[in-house]
Nanobody
Framework: QVQLVESGGGLVQAGGSLRLRCTASGLPFSQYTMGWFRQVPGREREFVASITWGGKTTAYGDSVKGRFTISRDNAKGTVHLQMNSLKPEDTAVYYC???????????????????WGQGTQVTVSS
């Protein structure tokens, strides 16, 4: 059974930084693209970032480009999201995700992802 567990969320002031971590189990992690999405109540889940199985290709949502960085450690089965220059509009629940197929590209469409973590809250105060 695939399990994705996020950690590292919290409360931070605008302009600050947070580093999210997702620990994966139950799948051959080094073969899978990994993604981060976020969601606020009443809105659709929004693409944040993704990284291919080997870490060579990344993709970012327009609203986070230049501020967020996704990375992975295949030996540890973890994927990180470094978030800098945080803004109040970054406030959301952040989810780690994995698609249903191995060796895929850096998907940005949430419909490619079938495994989801429970989410971690990020709150940015102004």
């Amino acid at each position: 059974q695939v399990q994705l567990v996020e950690s590292g969320g919290g409360l931070v002031q605008a302009g600050g930084s947070l580093r999210l971590r997702c620990t994966a189990s139950g799948l051959p992690f080094s073969q899978y693209t990994m993604g981060w999405f976020r969601q606020v109540p009443g809105r659709e889940r929004e693409f944040v970032a993704s990284i291919t199985w080997g870490g060579k290709t990344t993709a970012y949502g327009d609203s986070v480009k230049g501020r967020f960085t996704i990375s992975r450690d295949n030996a540890k089965g973890t994927v990180h999201l470094q978030m800098n220059s945080l803004k109040p509009e970054d406030t959301a629940v952040y989810y780690c995700s994995a698609p249903g197929n191995a060796y895929g590209p850096a998907y940005s469409n949430k419909n490619h992802y079938i495994h989801w973590g429970q989410g971690t809250q990020v709150t940015v105060s102004s």
